[in-house]
Nanobody, 126 residues
Framework: VQLQASGGGLVQAGDSLRLPCVAY????????IGWFRQAPGKEREFVAV????????IYADSVKGRFTITRDNAKSTVYLQMNSLKFEDTAVYYC????????????????????WGQGTLVTVSS
């Protein structure tokens, strides 16, 4: 299976973006999908994760209330809706698939994921 993230771009602070993550090849409908980001000079950090059935979502405190993760298994796509973007949201955003259930396993840890997309750059101007 391959994951492809897209939808990044240059926006102004306060704007919105929606990042789709599409799975190709084998289905990931039984996988949790997470979003991570990496800003220049910083380590990769957890953003959000959604369970295979969409019933459970977990967010980093820094994006809670502004970002929403959803999934459409029929389209093999997970979305990260980002509202009220801030300068500090500037980063390359990656989606990843994990075989674990976030209700049972801590999926804030990037090591839990076994398939990664190539990343999409989001730049927020202040």
């Amino acid at each position: 299976v391959q994951l492809q993230a897209s939808g990044g771009g240059l926006v102004q602070a306060g704007d919105s973006l929606r990042l789709p993550c599409v799975a190709y090849g084998r289905s990931v409908s039984s996988h949790a999908i997470g979003w991570f980001r990496q800003a220049p000079g910083k380590e990769r950090e957890f953003v959000a994760v959604i369970s295979w059935d969409g019933d459970s979502t977990i967010y980093a405190d820094s994006v809670k209330g502004r970002f929403t993760i959803t999934r459409d298994n029929a389209k093999s796509t997970v979305y990260l809706q980002m509202n009220s973007l801030k300068f500090e949201d500037t980063a390359v955003y990656y989606c990843a698939a994990a075989r674990y259930d976030p209700r049972r396993v801590n999926l804030r840890n990037a090591a839990r994921y076994d398939v990664w997309g190539q990343g999409t750059l989001v730049t927020v101007s202040s």
